[in-house]
Structure formats: C-alpha cells, structure tokens
C-alpha cells in the first residue's frame, strides 16, 4: 500500500480524497496555487506544496510542477480528482515515466476513450449501442439517403466539433441542405474541418450512466446507475441513483454494455460510460467514457454502501477487487444537489466574493462534501463548486423530502448560489414524475414557466425585519461592519458579532 | 462564543427607522421587546438569542431563526431557507425619543392591561413598570434607568395612542 499520495487536484474533492486517505492510514500532500494559499483542501493535507499562480496552466494544469512536487515530497502516487489532468493521457503517461502510480487506469485506457471518433467505432465494434448516425459523408445525396434511414429528426454536426457549434438539428428534409451548409461554415470556422457527421436526434432524452469498476487482475463490475439529467449549461446540478425511468432488465442490460465497453480499452480503476437514453422507445446509446472519477460519485457510494475513493485507492495499489457483481446491490435511494456559486438570473453565471457564512446541513441521511468555509474567498480562477449535498432515504419519495429541507438548512451569503433554484426544480411535478430531459432546465426557463417567480418576491416581512434587526444587535456602534466584500475581498476575514447588553 | 438574553440596547433609545428599497421598516424598543412597524402593519419581536449571526427571534410569538450578514450597505438574510440579499437605502435614526425626559411611551396603539407602580415609587433599571397589551400580545413597559417615578398617566384598561407617555421617570 502507498505511504503518501499527492493530490493534483483542490477544493471538495481534493478533501474527499485526502480524507479516505487518512482512513488508510496515507500521508496526503495537497498542490494549490497561489490564490488557494489559505484554502481549505491546503488546511486539511499533511503537507502542501505551492505550485504557481492562479492560472490554471502554472497550477494545477502544470505536469511538470506536479511531477517534481509528487517527487520531492516523496509521494508514490498521485490521485487526478476529476477535472484538470484526470483524463490527461499525457499526464498519466509523465506519472508511470517517474516511476509514481497514477490512481486511475491507463495512459492507453484514457487516450482510447478520449477520441471521440475512434471511440465510437471500438464502441460498436465491442457490440454496445451507439446513437444511430453515419460518418465520412460527402455529398447532399448521401446525407440526404442517411437521413431519411435514420428518421428525422436527426443532427449534423462537426466530426472535430464539440460545445455546440457546428451543430444543427434538422426537422425534414426540407431543412437539411441549409442545415448542411450553415453547419459545415461554422465547423470550418471554429475548428479547420468541415467534416460533418449525422446522427439521430433525441429531443427529450436523458443522461444516464453506469459506474464501472476494474482492478488489474481483469475483474470488472458495474455499479449501477446514476440518472444525471437535470442540467444546465450542459452541465449537471441534480444526480440520482436508481433512475426513475430504469427497469431491472434495462438496469442489468446497460449495465452489461458499460463492462463491454470498459473491457473494450482494458480499463481498470473507477470509470463512467454515459448514455443517452429515449424514454419514448427505452433505447440507450453511448455517449461517451468518462476515465475518472466523477462528481457526482458519492451517490453511487450512498447505494451501494462502497467506499469508491478507497478502491480506486487499493487497486492502483494491486489489490483486488474483492466482489463479484453478485455482491453488489442498490438499497434505498439517493440524489446529490451540486450547490454552485452562481445566479440562475444572469444565466448561471459564476458568482465570487467572501463566503460571509457558510452553514452546511447536517441529519440523517446527509452527507456534504465541500471544499470551502465561512470566510473563504469564492475567486473567479475556478469551478465554482461549493459543495456537493448528497442524502440518502429509503425511497425515492422521502429522498426528495429530505433533499428539500436539507438545502433549506444550507445557509450560504456572501455568493449567489443556486440553492433556491434546485428547492424549486425539485418541487416540480415534472422532477416528483421523474420525467426530467437534459433540455428540460433551458425550456423550461424560456418558456417562463415560473421556475425563477419564488426567487424575486419582495423580502418577507421576517426577512425585513431580521435585517433591521441585526443591525442594532450585531452590527451598531460602528459607522461600517469590518466584513465586506465590497472593499477589499482579500483581506483576511474577521469576525465582528460585536452585540452587547 | 455563548448564548444570551439579548435585551434592547440601553442606548437605543430612539425609534431606528431602515429603508430597504422599496419597503421601510421601524422598530421601536418596548421593555424586552421591539416593536416594528412595516408599512403600518405592526409586530411584535422578542430577540431570543443572537449569536454569530444567527438570531432566534419570536415575531408575534411564532418563532422564527433568521441569518444575517452585513456587507457594506448589503444584508443578506436568510429564512426558513429562503435567501434575500437587502440593500440600505437609509439608515437614518429618526423618530421622538423613547425616554424623553425619563417618560416612558407607549410603541403602538393599545390597552393599558395593568399598572404596577406608583407615584413615588423608586424604580429598578429593567423593572416592569407596567404592561399593555396590543395586537393580542403582551408588551412590558421597563425603567430605562434607576429613579423615582414622577408620573403615571394612564390606568388599567385605559387605550392609548402610539408615543402617548405612559409613565415619567426621573
């Protein structure tokens, strides 16, 4: 077993892991860059070593500094997180090179699901379901004759594309040539490639993926599934596990194309492969192979009661994975809310400043995990992550129950959150159904459906009246409280509760 | 940091008067309590505890917990899970005077429900002078400070005005 792990990565997830760490009795070394000097994940590890500054490319981006900071603190491993250089085949490589273990699988395993293209084609070859479409089209006649095999509607979009542009869904045929046409400038403009690549398109699909699980001695399992459909900015806020749309047999089917798939690049450690799935028809398609760890793995480990950071752990190390997919199973219920500092009323844009209060939940059935404190600054550098909310019940029902008055207890000032926006999606009869797609937050917000209404009501009179109040028994006898935002975000924090009798 | 009775400042002496954008509130000390005043509509607040920003309040006896953090001219406020970020408009302390001359005056229209002082009588700073009742709630009238009573004008089950001067301390 490893003496001491280097985590590349800050914030919850850097504490995550460093706390399953010391569980096994690890020494952690955590990385930060220079606006993370008073961090959080900094405070938790053994020891900390500064990388750079802010910018992600002199920080947490730079292979280098990671590889020397791994060495020279004598680490024998380095655990990615997600993000950053989690799926940097490169940086996998440049780890195993210095003779130091990469917590996660192989350079080849990364490299393979990182092409989209080649993927796709090792995907059905390895027998799992892709999204209906066709590659290396030329002429209006081919894409016309794909089409209308396919079934409209269907989507053309850049083979080197990726965020959107150079993507056009097309309703008929009628469209098509426009669509082609409009598609191809965009892809040449934005990535050098007019290739275009058609495929069905899925109006009211949902994410859902499987977790896969390998050691290097070839077992491999699934561990269910998690349904991550409520997304914004194609970004994901709330996850749950099970998925409300999944029969067993489904479970088990796409259960088994997820192994396919991993055992397709020899995959060993944690891994996702995500699906689109069509509640219309309960046809699943692979989307793509996340090679790490995600976010949203805690719901996962509430299900199954598995520890996915101590495995991924013990297996870079050479052990085994002791469970056959016999052992496994799903109990209860459980959904993460991602409490962002962002303001679903500019578009979920990041919101920074000084965390001003931060009170997490706590009760049965809750877990959080988060990287920051009351006092911390919420900087513009990166993800802007808070925490993560994760409950657990015995039901899909309750969980939700619990999920409400969880976030109801999560008292974050100083950023705008989005705490009240998940409050109001999970109250909606479409998120109670669970008939939720991954278009449904855009839709639903530019049909003015009301999502946002609750949030701009004029301050309740006990809201008013706790404001006025505070100032005679907080923040009176002096001219301007010492906590601000508004004058220099930097300066340490300082607490001012400053009442008397 | 510990809990403790939080009782109206002894230097608040006067009504505090706070705008918050559109919608101005009022709170006026009464004894233990505060009355505030929102758009002629009236409560009654009694500070529970208050610590770390958080405050326990009863506001017409229901309880309520509120948030509150300051930041410059902002407060963000946060109850029964619903955030809102205010912004001061004026923090002007206006209105008459709580204990002009030692008088005590009534915060809000009600009745007179009993008098427990006299003439003469050598007051306790904090000492319940007497009590009234108004929206259905009990408001202890308190010695502001330690003195002889110089006048009370009212009597048991009499109505008074708001600011009409109930009893003088001196």
Redesign the interface.
């Known amino acids: 077993m490893f003496k001491k792990i280097l985590i590349a990565n800050r914030g919850e997830i850097a504490i995550r892991i460093m706390r399953a760490c010391r569980e096994l009795g690890i020494q952690t070394v955590a990385v930060y860059s220079a606006a993370d000097a008073h961090a959080q994940h900094v405070q938790f590890a053994d020891e900390a070593i500064l990388l750079g500054d802010a910018a992600p490319k002199e920080s947490y981006l730079n292979v280098d500094k990671l590889i020397r900071a791994a060495l020279d603190s004598k680490a024998d491993a380095i655990h990615p997180g997600y993000g950053f250089l989690s799926e940097n085949a490169s940086f996998a490589a440049a780890v195993d090179s210095a003779h130091l273990t990469f917590i996660g699988p192989s350079a080849d395993s990364i490299r393979a699901m990182g092409d989209k293209a080649e993927s796709k084609i090792l995907m059905k070859k390895a027998g799992v379901p892709t999204v209906p479409g066709f590659e290396g089209l030329e002429t209006f006649d081919e894409f016309k004759n794909a089409a209308s095999e396919i079934g409209y509607p269907v989507l053309v979009k850049a083979a080197a594309g990726g965020g959107g542009k150079g993507m056009r869904v097309v309703n008929s045929e009628a469209e098509l040539k426009e669509a082609i046409e409009t598609a191809r400038r965009e892809a040449l403009n934005s990535f050098g490639d007019e290739h275009l690549l058609i495929e069905k398109y899925l109006a009211e699909a949902h994410h859902i993926e499987i977790q896969v699980f390998g050691d290097k001695h070839g077992n491999l399992v699934h561990l269910f599934e998690r349904e991550c459909s409520v997304q914004r900015r194609h970004q994901k806020i709330i996850e749950e596990s099970p998925s409300p749309l999944l029969t067993p047999e489904l479970r088990e089917q796409m259960g088994q194309a997820a192994i396919a798939a991993a055992r397709a690049v020899n995959y060993h450690n944690a891994g996702t492969v995500e699906f689109i799935f069509d509640p219309k028809t309960s046809q699943y398609y692979f989307l793509e192979m996340n090679t790490r760890l995600q976010v949203e793995h805690p719901v996962t480990e509430a299900v199954t009661g598995l520890d996915l950071v101590h495995w991924q752990i013990r297996i870079a190390a050479g052990e085994k994975f002791p469970f056959a997919q016999s052992d496994i199973h799903q109990h209860g219920h459980a959904i993460e809310c991602r409490v962002y500092a962002e303001d679903p009323f500019t578009g979920f844009l990041p919101s920074t400043g000084k965390l001003?209060?931060f009170?997490e939940p706590h009760g049965p059935g809750i877990r959080v995990d988060s990287g920051f404190a009351t006092g911390d600054d919420v900087t513009h550098f990166y993800d802007p992550l808070l925490a993560k909310l994760i409950v657990r019940a015995e039901n899909r029902t309750v969980a939700i129950q619990r999920m409400q008055t969880a976030?109801?207890?999560?008292?974050?000032?100083?950023v705008?959150?989005n705490?009240?926006f998940m409050?109001a999606v999970l109250e909606t009869d479409d998120f109670k159904q669970g008939i939720i797609s991954t278009r449904w937050v855009e839709k639903t917000l530019e049909s003015n459906s009301g999502l946002l209404d609750s949030q701009q009501q004029?301050?309740?009179?006990?809201?008013?009246?706790?404001?006025?109040?505070?100032?005679?028994?907080?923040?009176?006898g002096r001219a301007?409280?010492a906590?601000?935002?508004?004058?220099d975000p930097f300066n340490p924090w300082k607490?001012?509760?400053n009442?008397?009798? | 940091m510990g809990e403790e009775q939080v009782r109206p400042r002894n230097d608040m002496d006067k009504n505090m008067k706070t705008t918050f954008g559109s919608q101005t509130i009022e709170l006026n000390p009464s004894g233990e309590q505060y009355v505030a005043s929102v758009e002629g509509k009236n409560v009654i607040v009694q500070v529970i505890r208050a610590a770390n920003g958080r405050m326990d309040l009863l506001v017409d006896g229901q309880r309520v917990t509120a948030y509150v953090s300051s930041d410059m001219a902002k407060r963000w406020v946060t109850v029964d899970g619903k955030t809102s970020m205010l912004t001061k408009t004026s923090g002007a302390k206006q209105g008459v005077r709580h204990d002009h001359a030692g008088g005590l005056i009534a915060p809000m229209p009600g009745q007179i429900r009993s008098v427990s002082v006299s003439v003469g009588d050598a007051v306790k700073k904090g000492q319940t002078l007497l009590r009234m009742e108004a929206m259905k709630m009990e408001i202890r009238i308190q010695a502001l400070k330690d003195g002889v009573v110089k006048s009370v004008s009212v009597a048991q089950g009499q109505t008074v005005e708001r600011e009409q001067i109930l009893v003088e301390v001196e």
Not at chain 1, 462 to 476: K, P, R
Not at chain 1, 483 to 487: A, C, F, I, K, R
């Open positions: 001003l209060q009170i976030l109801q207890d999560f008292i974050v000032h100083g705008v959150t705490i009240d409050r004029v301050p309740a009179l006990h809201s008013l009246i706790a404001a006025a109040l505070a100032d005679v028994v907080f923040f009176s301007q409280p906590v601000s935002n508004e004058t607490q001012t509760g009442y008397r009798n």
